[in-house]
């Protein structure tokens, strides 16, 4: 998955510059259309993840995951994991033609953390 890291202002507790993982971007053909799911994670200002669909210039959906630094100490592994996450949830859901354009329909979700595992054991549930 592409993967775009920088250096950013965020310091950590001595002033020393941490290295962000700034997003992940990926085009994702379905039925001969391409899609664009792009993640970032917000913070240091706004620790949140976010993820947006888009069809050209077109945003289709867009999905919000407050982390409110619960991980502390700058935790990169565990925000990659809940990007990453994120990341490849919005691209399954294009994938299954949930933005195709018969579904004529833009989307907003505010997840918690519970909220999103909780929808991904009722979707495993589901499928038996």
Avoid: W
């Avoid at 890291?5 to 992940?24: A, N, Q």
């Avoid at 994670?41 to 069809?55: C, E, G, S």
């Avoid at 991980?71 to 925000?79: K, L, R, S, T």
Wanted: charged fraction near 30%; hydrophobic fraction near 35%; aromatic fraction near 6%.
């Amino acid at each position: 998955m592409p993967r775009v890291t920088r250096l950013d202002t965020s310091k950590d507790e001595t002033g020393e510059c941490l290295p962000v993982i700034t997003g992940f971007n990926t085009d994702v053909k379905y039925r001969g259309l391409v899609y664009h799911v792009q993640t970032e994670d917000k913070r240091p200002q706004n620790p949140m993840i976010k993820t947006l669909v888009y069809k050209g210039e077109e945003i289709l959906a867009s999905r919000r995951l407050p982390y409110a630094d619960p991980i502390q100490g700058h935790d990169e592994p565990a925000i990659t994991k809940l990007m990453e996450d994120q990341h490849k949830g919005m691209m399954m859901e294009v994938k299954k033609g949930k933005f195709a354009p018969d579904s004529d329909k833009t989307m907003v979700e505010d997840l918690s953390l519970d909220d999103i595992v909780l929808a991904y054991l009722a979707s495993r549930a589901a499928r038996g």
